[in-house]
Each structure stands twice: as C-alpha cells, then as structure tokens.
Nanobody, 115 residues
Framework: QVQLVESGGGLVQAGGSLRLSCAAS????????IDWYRQAAEKEREFVAR????????SYADSVKGRFTISKDNAKKTVYLQMNSLKPDDTAIYYC????????WGQGTQVTVSS
C-alpha cells in the first residue's frame, strides 16, 4: 500500500501563491503516477495536474495551465504543486492521488483564495 499526506494549504489573496506538497510513503516503488485533484464546495472533484513517477512527464487541466506547476523530488518521495496567480475560483480542497497497483488518496488540504 501507499500512504499520501498533503500539506501547504491555507488562505491567500487573489494573485498570490501557495505551494502544496504530497509526501508518499509505503510501497512507493509501485507508484506509476501522481495526480492533484481539487473539489470545491458543491462541485465534483476535478483533475488539476499529473506527473509520472518515472521520468517527469506532466499534464495540466486547461484552467491551471501557465499558473500551476507540478514537480517532484524522488529522493524525498514528494510531489509539489506550485500555484501562482491564484484566483477565487481556485478555492477548493486539494487532494493528492497515486496510481500504484491500486488507487490511493490523501486526506486533502484546504486552499482558500480571497478576492
């Protein structure tokens, strides 16, 4: 199994930045990819960004392209989501998801962007 712990959320003004972290533990050698998802109040969970565990291929939702950057530190088994130019519409709980011979989720971290 794989365990995921998110951190770095908080309250920020529009135009500001935050960096989220997703620390993986357990059978990390089975990880194929890690995604960030988010879920705003009364909305469905949506894909934000992806990074492959082997190599560094990335992909992004259109809504965050050019503003968010996903990266990883394999030695620390941690994936980051650098979020710049934040908008109130980015307010949500952000979740880390890993595909590792199974589907694993973290507990989420709240991001609130004030206007």
């Amino acid at each position: 199994q794989v365990q995921l712990v998110e951190s770095g959320g908080g309250l920020v003004q529009a135009g500001g930045s935050l960096r989220l972290s997703c620390a993986a533990s357990g059978r990390t050698f089975t990880i194929h990819k890690i995604d960030w998802y988010r879920q705003a109040a009364e909305k469905e969970r949506e894909f934000v960004a992806r990074i492959m565990w082997s190599g560094s291929a990335t992909s992004y939702a259109d809504s965050v392209k050019g503003r968010f950057t996903i990266s990883k530190d394999n030695a620390k088994k941690t994936v980051y989501l650098q979020m710049n130019s934040l908008k109130p519409d980015d307010t949500a709980i952000y979740y880390c998801n890993a595909w590792a011979l199974g589907d694993y989720w973290g507990q989420g971290t709240q991001v609130t962007v004030s206007s």
